[in-house]
């Protein structure tokens, strides 16, 4: 087994250890992020701390499992279509997806460049708000990078809702969301309401495009930003260089990749080829464009919009690992953020059998604030953040 040694820090890593803060270790996570539920890794599966048969979510589900479990305080998560969010609903944490920019993208192996955004993962939201305000600001290394203002997170974090305007967007509880996250979800939103928060139904009626969108937008850069993984000038290489410069290309990338991996190059790469470059990634990009307006108008009437972070519990491993398609549907929910470039965070909500549901909490961009105080008030009046799952 090969482990790789990166030979500099991330400019996220420099910001927590010029903070003091102490790496302990690397989790385990799908393998190039290409996942939602820690199953696609080189190194096996993780297992939910709630119920060892489930997954944890993904792409970031090792992280998750250590927080929930006391492994770790703090984690760090990359979220493309929901990786962040995912593993911190299905092990009942908070995990937050930050705005587009928001934090440096440098020393992160790219999967999706316009798509991905590294963000915190933590116990609570006082923590996840804590170590945004460490990682969050601009890096003039990261071309994506947004020049904002730096901020203390953790001084918006009031028990207080007072007036909020909820927006609920129907497309969130759409076909294949469980009855047991609709109740949660929505008891969710009763609370907020009992705390002075108004809300109000609504409709994105784009949204119902941004799973089909989300996946040729991600598999082609996907594409085109894993070629460099030729095992000649970059990447893993077989043993072996028999043969001329094209078959040993294919054994490094036929060996080196997993099969989901595989499977997401080759469709990027049709998605991208000529005659169906229009037909596909061009009319994706489009749809992102309409995805973007869509919520650009909810947020002129609301301040946040909320929804399931995931439509079903936590499955067991192995139950969707051979239907692509089923996996990729489990996404529904947390993709348009990312196509959005929104901040979205997920607060553990309640449990049915003993499995977590998360909550999603979305902003416009560059108001963490608002995703934050709502969370935190939330958080506050409710019981799920003092649970703890009994592993043996």
């Known amino acids: 087994m090969r482990i790789f040694v990166p030979p500099y820090d991330a400019e996220v890593i420099e910001r927590i250890k010029r903070e003091d803060g102490v790496i302990i270790g690397k989790t385990n996570m799908d393998e190039f992020a290409m996942g939602s539920s820690t199953e696609t890794s080189y190194f096996g599966p993780t297992r939910n701390p709630w119920n060892l048969s489930r997954v944890p979510g993904g792409s970031s589900g090792g992280s998750a499992a250590c927080i929930a479990t006391d492994e770790a305080v703090l984690a760090l998560g990359t979220d493309t279509g929901g990786s962040i969010r995912c593993p911190a609903s299905y092990c009942s944490v908070v995990g937050l997806k930050p705005t587009y920019g928001l934090v440096s993208r440098y020393g992160l192996i790219a999967y999706a460049n316009s798509l991905e955004q590294i963000g915190p993962m933590a116990k609570d939201v006082y923590d996840c708000a804590l170590f945004l305000t460490v990682i969050a600001g601009h890096d003039s290394k990261d071309g994506t990078s947004v020049n904002a203002a730096p901020k203390d997170y953790t001084k918006f974090l009031k028990d207080n809702v007072e007036g909020f305007k909820i927006g609920v967007p129907r497309e969130f509880f759409g076909e294949g969301t469980s009855d047991a996250v609709k109740k949660q979800v929505w008891s969710g939103i009763h609370k907020l309401e009992e705390l002075g928060a108004v809300y109000e139904e609504t409709s994105l009626p784009s949204l119902e495009h941004s799973l089909a969108a989300y996946y040729i937008v991600a598999m082609s850069e ?50 991208l080829s000529a005659g169906y470059y229009n037909k596909y990634y061009l009319k994706a990009l489009k749809v992102r464009t309409l995805i973007r307006r869509n919520f650009e108008e909810a947020f002129k009437k609301f301040d946040v919009l909320i929804g399931p972070t995931m ?29 959005a470039g929104l901040p979205a965070i997920s607060v553990p909500c309640g449990f049915t059998n003993g499995l977590p549901i998360g909550m999603q909490i979305m902003a416009p961009p560059l108001r963490e604030d608002l995703t934050l105080q709502a969370a935190y008030a939330f958080e506050q009046n409710t019981p799920y953040k003092n649970r703890k799952p009994t592993v043996n």
């Open 222 to 271: 996907a594409s085109s930003n894993l070629a460099r993984y030729d095992g000649l000038r970059y990447g893993y290489r077989v043993d072996k260089d028999e043969g001329n410069w094209a078959t040993v290309y294919s054994q490094n990338r036929r060996i080196g990749f997993g099969a989901e991996v595989r499977r997401r190059i080759i469709l990027g790469t049709y998605a």
């Open 311 to 339: 439509p079903f519990p936590p499955f067991k491993i192995g139950e969707k690992i051979k239907d692509p398609l089923a996996l990729y549907m489990s996404d529904v929910d947390t993709v348009s953020a990312n196509l």
